[in-house]
């Protein structure tokens, strides 16, 4: 799986809810660290911008970690 070829260095949140299959408050429950849902180690927003915006490299290690 090569997610930077299709989308790029980075990915946006609609594209990352996209690519897992969930929705925006799905990806907020499971990085809130207060949620019954959070999920150690889940692809995190970058800091610093408006929209929040997700480095490829990251979100395909994530994806590639339940294919073992």
Known sequence: MNLANKYGPT???KELCHL???SRSSYYAYTNKNSHLYKEGFPTA???YN???FVTDDVEKYLTSFAA
Do not use: S
Request: net charge positive.
């Open 46 to 48: 970058m800091p610093g």
């Open 51 to 53: 929209k929040n915006r």
């Open 20 to 22: 897992l299959k969930l």
């Open 11 to 13: 990915v946006t949140l």
